[in-house]
Nanobody
Framework: VTVVESGGGLVHAGGSLRLTCVVS?????????MYWYRQTPGNQRELVAG???????TYPDSNKGRFTISRDNTKNTGYLQMNNLQTNDTAVYLC?????????WGQGTQVTVSS
């Protein structure tokens, strides 16, 4: 299984980005949950958003209303729409398929928010 994120970059505070996670070499992608995490140097990975097989989504309270996770099972692809980005959203954003303990991870995409 290969997980590849894209869509990161440099954005001013208040701006938006849409991250994409393409999953390859996987059977029955629709049976896996998907998550976005983020990580900054010296810190643990932090859950940003999750979407289950049913399509139900979950977010930490800090991201509710700003971030939206979605998926297209026909394309084995997940998305993270991020609006009203703030400087403390700066991090490497990683896509996970199947859960943090036994799932698959991508290499991440850098998101940098300038003031």
């Amino acid at each position: 299984v290969t997980v590849v994120e894209s869509g990161g970059g440099l954005v001013h505070a208040g701006g938006s980005l849409r991250l994409t996670c393409v999953v390859s070499e996987i059977n029955e992608f629709n049976t896996y949950s998907m998550y976005w995490y983020r990580q900054t140097p010296g810190n643990q990975r932090e859950l940003v958003a999750g979407i289950y097989q049913s399509g139900k989504t979950t977010y930490p309270d800090s991201n509710k209303g700003r971030f939206t996770i979605s998926r297209d099972n026909t394309k084995n692809t997940g998305y993270l729409q991020m609006n009203n980005l703030q400087t403390n959203d700066t991090a490497v954003y990683l896509c996970n398929v199947g859960g943090s303990q036994y799932g698959y991870w991508g290499q991440g995409t850098q998101v940098t928010v300038s003031s």
